[in-house]
């Protein structure tokens, strides 16, 4: 369960790295 909480976190903050990147190019 924990894993899956830390590996779900892990997603969202590539996503958001992904968005901040596409914004700022």
């Given at each position: 369960?924990?894993i899956y909480i830390?590996?779900?976190?892990?997603?969202?903050?590539i996503e958001s790295?992904?968005?901040?990147?596409?914004?700022?190019?």
């Amino acid at each position: 369960m924990i894993i899956y909480i830390n590996f779900y976190n892990d997603k969202k903050k590539i996503e958001s790295l992904s968005t901040i990147i596409k914004i700022t190019i």
